[in-house]
């Protein structure tokens, strides 16, 4: 099974809402990541944990608050987002191995428009 | 950080044509993979490839870890393969992969 779960698929804020995105995988995977990507670019990555701890942020905005309650679960938090934060949110996993293959696999995304 | 460069950023081809994706990067990588996004946003696994050459049926890909390249093949392409193409790179200490710009590939029946 090389599947990464998120929902929802689509989510429509406004600026003063505070939302939710959820990601689960079952892989034993022990890394997952968020990634943003705005139309017609690359994803971008924004967060890593790695063994449930935070390893990496990319000097994303307190706005964007990331979770990893467990090694299967990553949320990201949405609060007071902007207009331009609408995007497609990716999540994915990997090993997290370091010393070979550490393949990442990726969820569905979450479509994000902030009215 | 390292930089990715994909080429050509747009491809047209007709249905049954075959084609070259190249992705450049400036320094050691190793991890590599070859994505293809479809018109939906998911990116689907198409090779883990760091180095040498792997096939999986009209795809294959083939990676040159000393000179800092790699190809990806479509041959026989079919209006199923539009989409964009995504190679991505990262080292062994970390989990920072980036990501080229990626080609666009249309494929017209």
């Known amino acids: 099974d090389t599947e990464v779960t998120q929902t929802p698929k689509h989510l429509v804020m406004g600026m003063t809402n505070k939302k939710s995105l959820k990601c689960e995988q079952h892989m034993g995977h022990r890394a997952m990541y968020w990634y943003k990507q705005k139309a017609k670019k690359p994803p971008e990555l924004m967060f890593v944990?790695?063994?449930?701890?935070?390893?990496i942020n990319e000097s994303v905005p307190s706005r964007f608050s990331p979770e990893c309650p467990n090694s299967s679960l990553l949320n990201l938090h949405l609060h007071a987002l902007q207009p331009e934060d609408s995007a497609l949110y990716l999540c994915?996993?990997?090993?997290?191995?370091?010393?070979?293959?550490?393949?990442?696999?990726f969820g569905p995304g979450t479509r994000l428009t902030v009215l | 950080g390292i930089q990715v460069e994909q080429s050509p950023p747009d491809l047209i081809l007709q249905e049954g044509a075959n084609s070259t994706l190249r992705c450049n990067f400036s320094d050691s990588v190793n991890n590599l993979q070859w994505f293809h996004q479809n018109p939906w946003g998911q990116l689907i696994n198409l090779f883990y490839?760091?180095?040498g050459t792997k096939q999986n049926g009209r795809l294959s890909a083939t990676t040159v870890a000393t000179e800092r390249y790699s190809l990806l093949y479509i041959s026989s392409s079919q209006t199923t393969d539009s989409g964009v193409y995504f190679c991505?790179?990262?080292?062994?200490?970390?989990?920072?992969?980036?990501f080229g710009a990626g080609t666009r590939l249309t494929v017209k029946p």
């Open positions: 944990y790695s063994y449930e701890k935070l390893s």
């Open positions: 994915a996993s990997s090993q997290d191995r370091h010393d070979s293959y550490n393949e990442q696999f």
């Open positions: 490839i760091p180095s």
């Open positions: 991505a790179v990262g080292k062994y200490n970390n989990n920072d992969m980036r």
